[in-house]
């Protein structure tokens, strides 16, 4: 029983390295590098939208607290006089 044990240990975990190795190849490649580049690339920009989203909501919500009219009111306001 012990040898069974130990033959489906070993088994298991040279299916495992073989399974990490080729993922980290295909990492290594210039496609997978690409994709990770895409990916980060890609993340910064929906980051970056997301700050902006949430700059412009704050903003809006604090002219509303003060009173202050937003930008757009004040050039309406300019193009009708």
């Given at each position: 029983m012990?040898?069974?044990l130990w033959f489906a240990a070993g088994?298991?975990?040279g299916v495992?390295?073989?399974v990490r190795g080729r993922r980290a190849a295909e990492i290594l490649t210039a496609d997978g590098l690409q994709d990770r580049l895409g990916a980060v690339a890609l993340g910064a920009r929906m980051f970056r939208d997301e700050v902006?989203?949430?700059r412009a909501d704050a903003e809006t919500e604090v002219?509303?607290?003060l009173?202050?009219?937003s930008h757009e009111t004040?050039?309406?306001e300019?193009?009708?006089n």
């Amino acid at each position: 029983m012990r040898r069974g044990l130990w033959f489906a240990a070993g088994a298991g975990a040279g299916v495992y390295a073989m399974v990490r190795g080729r993922r980290a190849a295909e990492i290594l490649t210039a496609d997978g590098l690409q994709d990770r580049l895409g990916a980060v690339a890609l993340g910064a920009r929906m980051f970056r939208d997301e700050v902006a989203q949430g700059r412009a909501d704050a903003e809006t919500e604090v002219r509303a607290r003060l009173g202050v009219p937003s930008h757009e009111t004040k050039q309406l306001e300019r193009g009708n006089n």
